[in-house]
């Protein structure tokens, strides 16, 4: 019974802890837009308790074989049979203004920072990357996008990625640009943009502790010490108070 009481305890008082504003734990949530961006976002660390993870693409039979996300099917009232974009640009724009309220809703309600990522050229990754940032941007959300420019000898794919960078450099300056021509292989590129998003991750938790102070594991191991120390004495109390009278009742007539 004791063991139950203190266990309530633990729970209640860290419980109220975290909800106080003096110990917010910040939303950090982290946007692959298009099969690119998803693929770095699944790479990503899913030990950091503060970080969200999502997909957002308009093929819906990739995202169904990502178990390590959240994933939403963009467009799918829009674009028929539920398939893709199909490499087109204004298809994938048309499909994320459709379903702005479900991405706001489901993903960026209640964020303190947003990170995109998002591999330029294609048709999802192109198109949802410029709607997203108004988004982002109506709302009133911090956010930095991770854009990764194709090679040179991709003519078609370089086109698009090209204008919509020009797009994305008119709507904000909070972005990264990764050209994979400067970089050996996908893989280095792929790890690149995760060191720099977990650099600015480590940014925001220091930043967060510097206004509100800092909810951890460390608040609960000190709780749990204090409660322990209370309710032992109660225990200690409670014994004194029964002793005397198992004496009395033991004794030898």
């Not at 003096?22 to 982290?30: A, T, Y």
């Not at 298009?34 to 819906?60: A, H, Q």
């Not at 003519?155 to 698009?160: G, I, L, M, P």
């Amino acid at each position: 019974m004791i063991d139950d009481n203190r266990s309530g305890l633990i729970y209640k008082v860290t419980s109220g802890l975290k909800s106080d504003k003096k110990f917010l734990e910040p939303s950090i949530v982290c946007v692959g837009i298009g099969g690119g961006g998803c693929n770095i976002v699944s790479e990503l660390s899913n030990k950091r308790k503060e970080v969200n993870r999502y997909c957002l693409n308009t093929d819906s039979l990739s995202n169904a074989k990502r178990s390590d996300v959240i994933s939403l099917n963009i467009g799918a009232d829009y674009i028929l049979d539920n398939m893709d974009s199909g490499g087109y640009v204004e298809v994938a724009k048309k499909a994320f203004k459709e379903d702005s309220a479900l991405i706001d809703v489901q993903v960026l309600r209640r964020a303190d920072l947003v990170l995109v990522v998002t591999a330029l050229g294609g048709g999802t990754g192109s198109g949802g990357v410029v709607e997203m940032v108004k988004l982002l941007k109506m709302e009133n959300t911090p956010f930095k996008i991770y854009a990764v420019r194709p090679f040179e000898f991709e003519d078609n794919r370089k086109e698009v990625a090209d204008r919509t960078l020009a797009q994305l450099k008119k709507e904000t300056d909070h972005l990264e640009i990764y050209d994979n021509n400067e970089f050996e292989s996908i893989r280095e590129i792929n790890s690149r943009i995760k060191e720099d998003m977990d650099s600015t991750i480590e940014s925001q938790l220091k930043l967060y502790e510097t206004l509100y102070g800092k909810y951890s594991g460390s608040f609960d191991k000190i709780i749990e010490e204090t409660l322990n120390e209370v309710l032992n004495e109660q225990v200690l109390t409670l014994n004194l108070e029964v002793d005397p009278l198992e004496t009395e009742v033991s004794r030898p007539h």
